[in-house]
């Protein structure tokens, strides 16, 4: 059976900015009020009027396919998996932070209770039995799609193609797995 | 957007310092005794036991910074990683210092056995050196964090040891009365050539960054030269790490000059650390600075809406 290679495509044009997809977020991981997982970016206002513009950056773990946080790992709790997704291990994560100080997108939060570091790690159980990542599922706009990016035929390939949706920072050469349209 | 680097505080940049220094020191004694040179003797029981014990104290903060530091023994388990390369590197000086230092006291029957003693130190000025260097490819990795990513990060920690290793010798030597000693006046003129060094490679890598492209390597720079981080630049760096240094140049070569130099000198490598440490900021992400709310605004909300909660649950239940 061919490995799945998930991704994310956010159409940015659609966010309206609710946060329904944090507090989802924080309901399925169970995480304090003060943790979140997945924040939303205000963008702007940008411009003079009337040609004014905003829009909305929801920002949950890239899942880089060239991570520097898995890369930096000391005890290799931050994993990737074969299906390309980032997750971090709590059993073995011993709180050094240095994943939280690579990673790029500034997607990681130290738990001060357990003493180690978690983020999104894409709702992979739910996506194991066939559901949609919790956010996906949550936004009532359409603005998150989740599927095979290796396959032509899913929603998110189609939309990269599309759409030209990129990821967010592409520079820095960490290749992630979200992509962005923007507005 | 990121004011300052909060990730990795001063627990962290008092381990790259002690690390440095204690590794520095040991290597400079272990220098002088491989070349035989007369100073040795005098200085080498008490400069080594000083760098094995502040590359023990950094160590502990190092220990002191994980947050799970019962398991601080997973930190050996994978060797691609540059963390894991510099724990062992850590651990390797640590145990080749006390060896070391071991046969400079006569407690131990192995004390006097120079031959020994000299291969022991050669070992532990290879792991010294690597010590040193490790941070630097460290902190390199961090992509997104791109004042760190300039190549001479690594050549500025590595005059930064050992300028802060020979202040260390010299201060001993200043304290036990063997500062009238020639190797002493050499190792002091080794450390002004070393201040100068630094200063040139200080203000390169400052410039550099400056003209460089990325936006968050430019507000580094401008944090660091007149922003939230100008006092410990200006007055801990520039001045008394190297100017007063400098200019204590002036004043002879007493124990007392030599003494309050090399004090100088280690201050200004502490805020060289916590300076560097902290002004490495992350790239900003789009619509980052219009966060709705900090984190530790909504701490405190959390507290609040957790009190009023506890107080409600109270009132229900007629406590």
Request: aromatic share 10%; hydrophobic share 50%; glycine share 10%.
């Given at each position: 059976?061919?490995t ?5 495509v ?19 991981n ?26 909305f950056?929801p ?18 709790a ?10 971090v ?9 240095f994943?939280?100080?690579?990673c ?20 992979y ?13 949550t ?32 520079h ?9 349209i923007?507005? | 957007m ?7 505080g001063?627990?962290?940049a ?17 220098f002088l ?19 094995l ?9 190092l220990l002191?910074e ?41 407690i131990?029957?192995?004390a ?8 022991i130190?050669?070992?532990g000025?290879i ?14 990795e ?13 050549p ?24 009238p000693?020639p ?8 450390l002004?050539?070393?201040l100068?060094t ?24 401008a944090?660091?030269i007149?922003?939230n981080?100008?006092?410990i ?12 240094p ?14 309050i130099?090399s004090?100088?000198?280690l ?17 900003s992400l789009?619509g980052?600075d ?5 984190d ?5 909300l ?5 009190q009023a909660?506890?107080?409600r ?7």
């Amino acid at each position: 059976m061919r490995t799945m290679h998930w991704g994310m495509v956010i159409d940015l044009r659609r966010c309206i900015g609710c946060h329904a997809c944090t507090v989802a977020c924080q309901i399925e991981n169970n995480l304090p009020l003060n943790e979140r997982w997945n924040k939303v970016f205000t963008v702007g206002p940008e411009g003079e009027f009337p040609l004014v513009t905003s829009h909305f950056l929801p920002r949950p773990c890239m899942h880089c396919q060239d991570a520097p946080c898995v890369d930096g790992c000391p005890t290799g709790a931050s994993q990737r998996r074969p299906d390309g997704i980032i997750i971090v291990d709590g059993e073995r994560c011993i709180g050094c932070k240095f994943c939280m100080l690579v990673c790029p997108y500034g997607v990681r939060q130290f738990e001060v209770e357990k003493g180690i570091v978690q983020k999104c790690h894409l709702c992979y159980e739910r996506l194991e039995q066939g559901e949609m990542p919790r956010c996906v599922e949550t936004c009532q706009l359409k603005a998150r799609y989740a599927g095979d990016l290796d396959d032509p035929g899913s929603e998110v390939a189609a939309l990269i193609k599309q759409a030209n949706a990129r990821p967010l920072y592409p520079h820095l050469g960490t290749k992630p797995l979200v992509y962005y349209i923007f507005p | 957007m990121e004011d300052k680097q909060a990730i990795w505080g001063g627990l962290a940049a008092g381990y790259f310092f002690c690390a440095a220094f204690g590794a520095m020191v040991f290597a400079v004694i272990a220098f002088l005794d491989i070349i035989t040179s007369p100073l040795a003797g005098e200085v080498s029981g008490t400069g080594s036991f000083l760098g094995l014990a502040a590359a023990g104290l950094g160590g502990l903060l190092l220990l002191a910074e994980l947050g799970n530091k019962k398991r601080f023994l997973l930190v050996f388990s994978r060797m691609q990683s540059i963390m894991t390369k510099g724990a062992l590197f850590l651990s390797c000086f640590i145990v080749l210092a006390a060896i070391y230092t071991s046969f400079w006291f006569d407690i131990f029957p192995w004390a006097g056995e120079n031959a020994g003693r000299r291969i022991i130190g050669f070992l532990g000025i290879i792991f010294a050196v690597a010590l040193v260097i490790y941070p630097g490819l460290e902190l390199g990795e961090a992509r997104g964090r791109s004042f760190w990513n300039g190549s001479a990060l690594v050549p500025l920690w590595l005059a930064a040891a050992l300028t802060s290793g020979l202040a260390g010798v010299i201060l001993v030597a200043a304290v036990i009365g063997t500062s009238p000693a020639p190797t002493i006046a050499i190792l002091d003129k080794i450390l002004l050539s070393l201040l100068i060094t630094q200063i040139i490679l200080i203000t390169a890598y400052i410039l550099g960054m400056r003209q460089s492209a990325p936006e968050e390597a430019r507000r580094s720079v401008a944090m660091l030269i007149n922003g939230n981080l100008k006092n410990i630049f200006w007055w801990g760096i520039v001045i008394c790490g190297h100017l007063i240094p400098c200019l204590l140049y002036f004043g002879g070569r007493s124990a007392g000059i030599l003494a309050i130099k090399s004090l100088f000198v280690l201050v200004g490598e502490v805020c060289l650390r916590a300076a560097f440490l902290q002004v490495g900021v992350r790239v900003s992400l789009p619509g980052e600075d219009n966060e709705w709310m900090q984190d530790e605004e909504i701490a405190v909300l959390a507290a609040r809406l957790e009190q009023a909660w506890q107080e409600r649950a109270a009132w229900i239940n007629g406590k």
